[in-house]
């Protein structure tokens, strides 16, 4: 497992005290890692002779991750991605399961669903959706590989459509964290919640035409979205963010609340409405575009409920 060096406040290396007490104390403490997991600060030989590689970064950080790894990676790896986010590029926007297959030259199927990673930990019962697009039998192996009794994987052959679900999802969880901090109740959450549903089936569609309707209603879809707008990260940021009344920045909440880990829905609120603004297409998803509008200081959370013509939503 290659771990991202730190010091901790005790002056010893990350790695070093995974490595001697097989728990990762700043990320998931409590949780007993395998003992054959070991931490290695260097890529380069984290991956040496690896023929299926997991990719389970801040999205933020996969390409520069995948710059490290051009050339050291064989052509018959395969590849699954965790990362729930995407590149905006000057050609247009770029899945990361397709920055990995494009900078690497390998396969990358993804997996994604309804995982709040520390009750995973914990072992409590949930499912997972793995989007492939043409390896089945490889597909199989990562079945095989993450499945237990307490989490149950299921895959399907669209791997846009369920990286676009675990995408789209935290950009509805910021609205969310919003509806929660100005205290708006059940029903708008339950609204908002419907309403990016289906702006995240539009916007799916519209930029992939292959993507399946019956890909929602996996684990990597509904599932998804409702966990992490009851209990993820980004709608915790983004409650805080709405009781300070966008008095501190999101920069400085994450900060503050996830103790070193990256908030993924701003990121993406910005390169969906950069990819919404190109293409003439704003008007169309006035739920991400107001989220955008309101985590950059453009308009109060309050905004959240003021969505405009309802024939969009
Ligand atoms: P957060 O990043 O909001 O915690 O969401 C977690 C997640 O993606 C659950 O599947």
Redo the contacts with the bound molecule.
């Keep these: 497992m290659w771990v991202f060096e730190e010091k901790l406040p005790s002056g010893e290396k990350l790695t070093d005290v995974i490595n001697k007490t097989n728990e990762n104390v700043k990320y998931l403490p409590g949780i007993k890692l395998g003992k054959n997991v070991v931490a290695d600060p260097d890529i380069e030989s984290a991956v040496k002779g690896a023929n299926m590689l997991v990719f389970v970064s801040p999205h933020q950080f996969m390409e520069g991750i995948c710059k490290k790894l051009v050339g050291k990676i064989g052509k018959d790896t395969e590849a699954i991605s965790l990362v729930?986010g995407m590149e905006v590029k000057k050609e247009g926007p770029c899945m990361i399961s397709t920055l990995i297959s494009r900078l690497l030259g390998i396969n990358c199927s993804v997996l994604?669903?309804?995982?709040?990673?520390n009750e995973i930990a914990l072992e409590k019962f949930s499912e997972a959706t793995v989007g492939y697009s043409q390896n089945k039998e490889a597909t199989e192996k990562w079945v095989q590989l993450f499945g237990t009794p307490y989490f149950i994987v299921t895959a399907v052959q669209d791997v846009e459509g369920v990286e676009m679900c675990?995408t789209l999802?935290?950009i509805v969880?910021i609205a969310a964290g919003f509806v929660d901090g100005m205290e708006m109740g059940n029903n708008t959450k339950a609204a908002i919640m419907r309403i990016g549903l289906k702006e995240m089936i539009k916007f799916s569609k519209m930029l992939f035409p292959s993507v399946k309707d019956s890909t929602f209603f996996e684990s990597c879809g509904v599932a998804?979205l409702i966990?992490?707008c009851l209990?993820?990260?980004?709608?915790?940021v983004a409650d805080a963010y709405a009781k300070n009344q966008g008095k501190r920045s999101f920069d400085q909440l994450e900060a503050e609340l996830l103790n070193g880990?990256k908030?993924?829905?701003v990121l993406t609120a910005k390169e969906v409405y950069e990819v919404l603004s190109d293409r003439g297409w704003v008007e169309m998803f006035p739920l991400f575009s107001t989220v955008h509008a309101i985590s950059t200081g453009r308009l109060p959370p309050s905004a959240i409920v003021q969505l405009g013509d309802s024939r969009y939503f």
């Design positions: 729930k994604m669903g309804a995982n709040i990673a675990g999802k935290n969880a998804d966990t992490t209990g993820g990260r980004n709608r915790k880990q908030l993924q829905g």
